[in-house]
């Protein structure tokens, strides 16, 4: 193993740079937890371990050359290093989760930040042509794959209301109208005997084209709606 030189470490980590950027951008735009920063500094630090990690072998390798009396004392593995970083990513990954009582978002930008370190340790150790497909791959699946490819995603929204008969007619000719699927229901009156404010949860499969703040902005004109709240699931 030849030992590298400054300008072979210098083309890793900016070629660790620019496959990180690209990632990070997509998550950026989409305002995720991890953005183009820190996807960067994953992808560049696991460049620099895949980059320590070869200098000690190199450096083990001279000194058994030079000192074979040493050479069944002295010895290094190749692996040790980059053997942590993929454990220790899961640390920085767990931080980008967000669980509450009604979802759990940032699984995906986790995922991107634990694949970014495996950009940064192949670019590291020389691997260019494996940095460069995976980061193909990468962003097929963040930015391609969802346009491509239509998976049924049913979202969760809970409405509460009065006047239930009159609004859960407008509610079903609401539905049909814009073409949305009701997968699941549920009902719950408020339990208060001079109440009568109603909650529904609907699951909701939506058709390409509807988005979130118009079905918000659209039932809000309903006089007789109280609240409407989309929740992850």
């Known amino acids: 193993m030849l030992k590298l030189t400054l300008p072979e470490i210098a083309i890793r980590l900016i070629i660790a740079t620019f496959l990180a950027g690209l990632i990070g951008y997509d998550r950026e735009q989409k305002n995720h937890p991890a953005g183009i920063r820190t996807h960067i500094l994953v992808c560049v630090g696991a460049c620099l371990l895949a980059l320590i990690q070869q200098g000690i072998v190199t450096e083990t390798l001279s000194i058994s050359k030079d000192l074979p009396a040493f ?10 290093l980059i053997a942590q970083a993929v454990s220790g990513i899961g640390f920085l990954g767990a931080g980008t989760i967000v669980v509450t009582r009604h979802s759990i978002m940032g699984l995906t930008t986790a995922a991107s930040l634990w694949a970014t370190m495996g950009l940064g340790l192949a670019t590291g150790m020389g691997f260019y042509d494996i940095a460069l497909v995976g ?11 969802k346009k491509v490819i239509r998976i049924r995603t049913f979202k969760k929204m809970e409405l509460k209301y009065v006047n239930r008969k009159e609004t859960i007619f407008f509610l079903n000719q609401y539905f049909k109208d814009k073409k949305i699927l009701i997968d699941n229901s549920s009902f719950r009156a408020d339990s208060s005997p001079s109440s009568n404010i109603c909650t529904s949860i609907y699951f909701l499969d939506l058709p390409k084209g509807v988005a979130f703040s118009d079905i918000v902005s659209d039932l809000s004109m309903n006089m007789d709606i109280l609240q409407v709240r989309f929740i992850n699931i």
């Open 135 to 145: 980061t193909s791959i990468v962003l097929l699946v963040l930015v391609i794959l």
């Open 71 to 80: 050479s069944g004392i002295i010895r290094s593995d190749p692996a040790r």
